[in-house]
């Protein structure tokens, strides 16, 4: 029984992820669309005037709401594909990167639920504490300190002042 209950409430979050990838843009384009011929018109002319506002916000970076990106039902998302996480190497926070993922297309799910909701524990971290830990994610363990978290790292060079570069001794023969 508690099965069938896990997996009908897995099957529940991702319908209704497809009905919001699906209706969720069309229908608030009608709903305003609609409201400009009401009394309300000033809700739609107050979204144009802050989007135009906001034209360039993708180059000025997300703006994510970890309330959000937090809720149980990414983790039944996740849950039902399902969607794991391996963590080869470390990403220096600060960049901007590109996530291949191939099967693609149009709702590229994998992504959306690894990276975009906090299913996995890899989406929405601040990039100066550790990512938490997730049963279904793997994160392999840093060779190096980590230059933002450690606090023996020099932040400059991203080394340990204790440890001279010239004698590596994984590059020494």
């Given amino acids: 029984m ?3 209950f896990g997996s009908a409430l897995q ?3 991702v319908l209704q992820w497809m009905l919001t990838f699906l209706f969720l843009g069309p229908g608030s384009v009608l709903a ?3 409201l400009l011929r009401t009394r309300l018109w000033i809700v739609p002319v107050t979204y144009a005037g802050w989007w135009l506002w906001d034209w360039h916000g993708p180059q000025r970076g997300p703006r994510h709401w970890d309330w959000l990106r ?3 039902v990414w983790d039944h998302f996740c849950d039902y594909f399902p969607i794991t996480v391996v963590r080869e190497c ?5 960049r901007s990167y590109v996530l291949p993922a191939h099967p693609h297309g149009i709702s590229c799910i994998g992504v ?3 990276f975009v909701t906090g299913g996995r524990g890899a989406a929405g971290r601040d990039p100066k504490s550790r990512p938490k830990s997730h049963p279904k994610s793997h994160p392999k363990p840093d060779p190096k300190p980590d230059p933002i978290t450690d606090p023996k790292t020099d932040p400059k060079s991203g080394t340990d002042p204790k440890i001279d570069p010239k004698s ?4 020494d023969p």
């Avoid at 470390?90 to 600060?94: T, V, Y």
């Fill in 32 to 34: 305003l669309l609609l």
């Fill in 90 to 94: 470390p990403l220096p926070p600060g």
């Fill in 168 to 171: 590596d001794p994984e590059t």
């Fill in 70 to 72: 937090n809720w149980r």
């Fill in 2 to 4: 508690a099965a069938t």
């Fill in 112 to 114: 959306f639920g690894a």
């Fill in 11 to 13: 099957a529940l979050c």
